[in-house]
């Protein structure tokens, strides 16, 4: 089978899903007729029609807060928020109003929906349209989260996702929606919370996420030449946080390496280091280390966009560095 | 002209309409006393005062429509079909409370009669109305929506995204504006560009509005029952901007000073059970049996719920996720 696009495996993904439950409701802006601006929604409104795929105003909260008012009366709504910068315009939602109201009505109310957006850097779109930004929703308790790296993830996670009675954010990285690989197989499906070993190696763990997965593969290849046998593990979500297959790679490796987009600063690598310090001190034979973004706003140049987010020789340094410890 | 057997029937329902103003003037008079005596932790919004747009407006709906209310929600949760007791509990942190003592008062919800919430962020629950509006549409059901909220909610994005998205898809939804006259602490007028902050917004969404007394069950019935089978024929939404006024202040122990005696005068002369009163008499019918009956349900409801057994600790980690638990990692 010829291999297909991480872009159009998120159209697959939610289309297999409209297919087999009516329930499964898309909105968002320029999602109809447009296809979307990444061409993420292409075909589904041809396939699926207006009562199913529905164009919305510029109105982030409208949407979100629609999404919810649906899920939580029988509809699995799928929400499209197009740049995953715009989440702080309807950030109420997302860390108010979702991820709380089962737990604070006493569990009167369930909340399916999936809030799907396009993240990530490396585009030279600037500040605000190039933020990896999963490290916002993985501060608010009640929210579970989804970064695919591969088309046939993007597949199984969103059947996930949309069949999930809890709220779940699909960060899709915008970086990786030309990227290809084998198409998913019918029925696919992704359990959320399963991390994917997709590197076995026995000297160092690297964790990734989304684009960095690609990073961390390359920088394996690369040091497979140096004889550094490096081990990669794609979280592929961030809640649930599958620490157990983690700590069980760094039971063979005894380093531990983690590679995110997001910044250094308040990123989720933070509390999978800490989580392996705390329960796998006795494993680890070095410190551990991170490498993230850098503290700055994302910058245009090219230039200066490479000098802030990973990369594979920055990634590959830091894994030379932690083997000679 | 009115036959006798029309005034005996609109008697019964009105005297039925007050019994339950009744039941929520004398729950918030309690939750006011529980605070003060240190049983109510927090804070507390009370509705006193207001008790006829949630009464008269829940008189207008079918039993499965939807209803989202503010903080400022005792008096809805009651009018769909709550009970004081376990609102009383919630308050003081009981087991039995209505959110199992997770919500507390800003947060009382009664998700089986279709009052899906009360919210805490100002103007957050009209975008959900409108999105249960939309998912009754799409599930042909021909449920209305309700969003009760506040005057001052009417200055915040959210209420707007929501108005412009209910006109564009027509959706049964009805915005229903408590227009206490303070948004908190401040006179509205003094913060809005228009003299009445929900029905002259209409416009700009070219939506239709009505402005009333909020202060009369029977009006505010009429008005919703309107504004519903418009929605329900599919005519899409209405704006309500029901005024009224809070007999006690913003929360807790707020005084209200900032609001002049001679305001406060004339508004605590149009309470909402006293026009109710008086109509019923005019139609030779006495509440004294229903006010009865009031004073005994919420005075049974406060000695049970302080009887009944604190929040259990272990339920702090339940009901976070759809499985009943709150595991974020393996």
């Known amino acids: ?325 | 002209m009115a036959t006798d057997t029309d005034a005996t029937a609109l008697a019964a329902e009105l005297l039925d309409l007050y019994e339950q103003m009744a039941v929520i003037r004398r729950t918030e008079k309690a939750a006011q006393d529980l605070f003060l005596a240190g049983l109510v932790k927090g804070t507390t919004h009370l509705a006193a005062g207001q008790e006829a747009v949630a009464v008269g407006a829940s008189a207008a709906l079918r039993p499965d429509d939807y209803v989202f209310a503010t903080y400022r929600g005792h008096h809805h949760a009651i009018a769909r079909g709550a009970s004081p007791e376990a609102c009383l509990a919630e308050l003081m942190s009981r087991s039995t409370g209505l959110c199992k003592a997770k919500g507390g008062s800003m947060h009382l919800t009664k998700a089986d009669s279709g009052m899906l919430g009360s919210y805490a962020i100002v103007g957050s629950h009209l975008p959900m109305a409108v999105g249960a509006a939309w998912s009754a549409t799409l599930r042909g059901t021909e449920q209305v929506a309700v969003a009760f909220f506040g005057d001052g909610a009417t200055n915040i994005g959210a209420f707007h995204e929501a108005l412009n998205l209910a006109a564009v898809w027509k959706l049964p939804v009805v915005f229903v504006c408590e227009n206490n006259l303070y948004m908190e602490y401040t006179p509205i007028g003094s913060v809005t560009a228009v003299a009445n902050p929900a029905a002259d917004r209409a416009a700009a969404y070219d939506l239709p509005a009505e402005v009333v007394d909020g202060n009369d069950v029977l009006l505010v019935r009429n008005a919703v029952a309107r504004a519903v089978t418009k929605a329900r024929a599919g005519d899409g939404p209405t704006i309500l901007e029901a005024l009224t006024y809070r007999h006690f202040g913003h929360s807790r122990t707020d005084p209200a000073t900032y609001r002049p005696a001679d305001e406060v005068e004339a508004w605590l002369a149009r309470d909402p059970l006293t026009i109710a009163r008086a109509r019923l008499a005019e139609l030779g019918t006495s509440t004294a049996a229903a006010d009865e009956r009031a004073e005994r349900t919420v005075a049974e409801a406060v000695e049970a719920a302080k009887a009944a057994p604190p929040a259990d600790p272990a339920e702090a980690f339940t009901d976070v996720w759809a499985d009943g638990g709150a595991a974020w990692r393996t």
């Open chain 1, 1 to 325: 089978m010829a291999d297909v696009t991480y872009r159009e495996s998120v159209a697959e993904g939610i289309a297999r899903e409209m297919r087999r439950d009516p329930t499964v409701v898309c909105l968002g802006e320029d999602i109809g007729a447009a296809g979307g601006v990444f061409k993420t929604m292409a075909g589904l409104y041809d396939e699926f029609g207006p009562r199913r795929v529905w164009d919305t105003p510029i109105s982030e909260q409208a949407i979100v807060g629609a999404a919810m008012g649906a899920a939580m009366t029988g509809i699995r709504p799928v929400a499209e928020i197009m740049f995953s910068d715009f989440l702080a315009c309807c950030w109420d939602y997302l860390a108010n109003e979702i991820p709380k109201v089962r737990y604070m009505t006493g569990g009167q109310v369930t909340v399916p929906l999936v809030v799907r957006t396009a993240n990530g850097g490396g585009l030279g779109f600037g500040a605000q349209h190039s933020q990896a930004v999963e490290n916002w929703a993985f501060t608010v308790p009640g929210l579970k989260i989804a970064a695919p790296s591969t088309p046939a993830d993007v597949v199984g996670l969103m059947a996930s996702a949309i069949r999930s009675d809890d709220p779940v954010v699909v960060f899709e990285h915008k970086g990786l929606f030309a990227s290809k690989g084998p198409a998913a197989p019918p029925d696919h499906v992704v359990p959320l919370g399963e991390a994917n070993v997709v590197r076995r190696g026995a000297d160092v763990t690297v964790v990734a996420l989304a684009s960095t997965v690609p990073i961390a593969l390359s920088a394996a290849e690369q040091l497979a030449a140096e004889n550094i046998d490096v081990e990669v593990v794609d979280l592929r979500c961030l809640v649930p946080l599958d620490m157990r297959t983690v700590l069980e790679s760094v039971r063979r490796t005894s380093r531990l390496v983690v590679v995110e987009e997001n910044p250094y600063q308040g990123g989720w690598g933070a509390t999978v280091v800490s989580v392996a310090a705390d329960e796998g001190f006795e494993l680890l034979d070095a410190p551990v280390v991170r490498v993230a973004a850098e503290c700055v706003p994302l910058p245009f140049a090219d230039a200066l966009e490479d000098e802030v987010i990973p990369s594979t020789a920055k990634l590959a340094d830091a894994i030379r560095r932690l083997s000679s410890y």
